[in-house]
């Protein structure tokens, strides 16, 4: 697979930080000590490292890690697992998103983790692994996410799962709480709530695999997080709690952008490196 660029910029996360936090230019230009042309330039996308780095502490960002993203010098790099896991991205609009697909190599029992704007590629992957697909979990159910549902569930026939928060339209779907737990073979699946993005947003943690593993849907990106303008405060304190506590090896499988790790998140996320 090409390499998947990260999924926000540096200006695209001081937006929303500034947005969650509702602040106003004119305030955050105030409390940043800088000249509303300068903040102008700077969300704009113009890489100016002093202002970038004072505008980054009214927002509680960390100014390291931002002034990093905007000149692009880190870019994740996860671990390969050898085998019972397939990443999937496809466009939607002018941007890609990701689903994956993860299965028990002995019993080849296998779940979806959202389903993309085509399925194509992952029932190419379930035939040529010759994996029976028994779960299809959402993440959330913006419209990027599911758009391929219809044609995954009726060729396959796997049920379809999502948070009892999450608004699903679709019918027979079957809801679960946080702290469900599903069984692949040897593989074990939790569910965490990390709402903020939407409702019932909700990240699955995988255990069996070569490594540990969370789908976290638009909770959090590499170098960035899912918009959350009016549960920005929820939002960070669920990733905080619930998946910046997990260990610090496991694999980050976000709804946008590239895999990365807990260990990478904690040093180079402005929301979460401090
Ligand atoms: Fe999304």
Same mark, same amino acid.
């Given at each position: 697979m090409a390499r998947i660029p990260l999924e926000d910029n540096f200006n695209d996360v001081i937006n929303k930080a500034q947005r969650g936090l509702k602040m106003s230019d004119a305030q955050l230009a105030e409390r940043s000590e800088v000249s509303p042309e300068d903040l102008a330039a700077v969300k704009s996308g113009v890489i100016l490292d002093a202002i970038i780095r004072r505008i980054a502490r009214p927002l509680r960002l960390s100014a390291d890690a931002l002034e990093a993203l905007a000149h692009k010098r880190f870019y994740p790099i996860a671990p390969v697992f050898p085998r019972g896991f397939a990443m999937f991205n496809t466009p939607h609009g002018d941007m890609t998103v990701n689903s994956y697909l993860i299965w028990d190599?002995? /019993? $080849?029992v296998a779940a979806a983790f959202d389903t993309g704007s085509s399925c194509t590629a992952m029932l190419d992957t379930i035939a040529a692994e010759h994996l029976s697909l028994r779960n299809i979990f959402l993440t959330h159910t913006h419209e990027d996410h599911i758009a391929a549902l219809p044609e995954l569930a009726a060729a396959t026939g796997a049920e379809v799962w999502a948070s009892e928060r999450e608004p699903v339209d679709y019918p027979g779907a079957k809801a679960f709480k946080e702290h469900a737990h599903f069984h692949l073979g040897e593989l074990a699946i939790k569910t965490l709530l990390t709402t903020g993005h939407s409702p019932g947003l909700t990240s699955f943690y995988v255990t069996g695999l070569s490594w540990p593993l969370a789908i976290v849907g638009d909770a959090l990106f590499a170098s960035s997080m899912g918009?959350?303008?009016?549960h920005y405060a929820g939002q960070l304190r669920n990733n905080h709690d619930k998946?910046? /506590?997990?260990? $610090?090896?496991l694999v980050i499988a976000p709804g946008h952008g590239p895999l990365t790790t807990l260990a990478l998140e904690k040093k180079h996320n402005p929301f979460f490196a401090h």
């Open positions: 190599s002995s /019993t $080849r918009g959350s303008p009016d998946i910046f /506590t997990l260990p $610090r090896d």
